[in-house]
């Protein structure tokens, strides 16, 4: 089985655990009970099972064919809006949650942005019989009432995060001083592909299903086109790096991570963290990130909750700069006028997140032109349709 455990927690010359003493004991129990689960055969049949039957995977490989013949090119969706909880959150978080048992601990923490993950946390730790406390930005919990009121029906505790910006890089931070209090009873379930070693290997681990089961769809054989493009939206870069990584270093596709560019790169109120950012150390590890010359992190902004994140994940670092993948940005209206697009093109009501690799992909269509482009759609838009009304109707 390949799962490319990286030296030390280093993708090149990031990552790493830039943590507090007191957690490196439970960084180091947390990647021992990850490798000994990952290489035990009754730990993929019990997680397997729950991703076919609670999940509802394999999602499904679908031809926008209406977008297809409007755009000009022979385009797909990887369907993680179909997922259960409707995004690719619970991938990773049903994975973390029968970890989290097999190390013997009851109560859960996570952070949460659109709400997405702390939803999937909600929901696995319900399915599990786990504790669960999500921590969420004041601002965030306002602009994704909905995910509030579900994670709370799914019996989880929702902790309003006050400091700084009151988005997701507030929440990682309270997540992360708790867990230094209450390590030895708590796991945290980190949401993306961020944070210090051994989280983004083992979420890129959880998450490379995605890319998995769509080499397995579009594999060039019975009239199936193999991808040329893949387009994926990065906020901490999960979805992106669990549809990418199978195709890394496979010169016959493209990659392309799309970043929010919010209300413009030159006004300085984007997140586009990899496109636009410098090398520093965020929440654990060495990254790309937004900051100021002093080294203090900046706020980011989208209208786009789940990709308001002024880092990403290390690996998507590695891969900037090794130039396996190419990251892009767009911005806020962009975004919105392609969530419209795919609504009524398509039928399907888009995340906002999701949004944003269409919006690349509209804004590219000439260069696209004929070619084989695989969007991850990465989550439905339910939970963004109340922002979308109250903004733009
Ligand atoms: C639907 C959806 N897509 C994308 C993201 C961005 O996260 P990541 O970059 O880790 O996939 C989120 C985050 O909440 C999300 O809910």
């Known amino acids: 089985m390949r799962y490319d455990q990286p030296d030390e927690g280093r993708f090149g010359d990031f ?20 490798l000994e689960a990952w290489q035990d055969p009754a730990f993929h049949a019990e997680l397997n099972h729950l991703l076919r039957t609670f999940v509802g995977r394999p999602t499904p490989t679908y031809r926008a064919a209406r977008l297809s013949e409007k755009l000009g090119m022979d385009l797909w969706f990887k369907r993680e809006d179909l997922a259960h909880t409707g995004a690719h959150k619970i991938n990773n978080t049903v994975a973390q949650g029968l970890l989290t048992k097999r190390m013997g601990k009851q109560r859960v923490i996570a952070e949460t942005g659109a709400g997405q993950h702390g939803v999937a946390t909600a929901t696995a730790c319900s399915l599990l019989g786990l504790d669960c406390v999500v921590f969420m930005g004041e601002k965030d919990i306002e602009r994704q009432a909905l995910n509030v009121y579900r994670m709370r029906l799914l019996g989880a505790e929702v902790v309003s995060v006050t400091d700084g910006a009151g988005t997701l ?43 998995e089961e769509l080499a397995a769809d579009l594999d060039g054989s019975d009239g199936h086109p193999k991808p040329e493009v893949i387009v994926a939206p990065v906020g901490g870069g999960s979805n992106a790096m669990g549809v990418f990584y199978p195709f890394a270093g496979d010169g016959d596709v493209d990659l392309v991570g799309v970043e929010a560019a919010g209300l413009g790169i ?128």
């Open 15 to 34: 990552g790493g655990a830039f943590a507090p003493e007191t957690l490196m004991p439970a960084l180091g129990e947390l990647e021992d009970a990850f």
């Open 169 to 211: 890089k507030d929440a990682v931070s309270a997540a992360l001083r708790d867990w230094v209090a209450t390590v030895g009873t708590t796991h945290y379930i980190i949401g993306s592909v961020v944070g210090p070693h051994p989280f983004p290997w083992m979420v890129r681990e959880f998450q490379k299903v995605i890319g």
């Open 266 to 393: 030159s006004s300085g109120k984007h997140g586009a963290s990899l496109g636009h950012g410098s090398p520093g150390v965020l929440h654990g590890s060495m990254t790309y990130m937004l900051q100021d010359g002093a080294g203090q992190v900046l706020e980011a902004h989208s209208i786009s909750a789940g990709l308001d994140y002024p880092g990403v994940g290390p690996e998507h670092a590695h891969f900037k700069d090794s130039g396996l993948v190419r990251y892009e940005s767009v911005s806020d209206d962009e975004a919105v006028e392609a969530f419209h697009l795919m609504c009524r093109t398509e039928g399907i009501i888009p995340a906002l997140e999701s949004s944003h690799a269409l919006a690349w992909i509209v804004r590219e269509q000439a260069s696209l032109a004929g070619k084989t482009v695989v969007l991850n759609l990465s989550g439905r838009g339910d939970k963004d349709v109340q922002q979308i009304a109250a903004l733009y109707d």
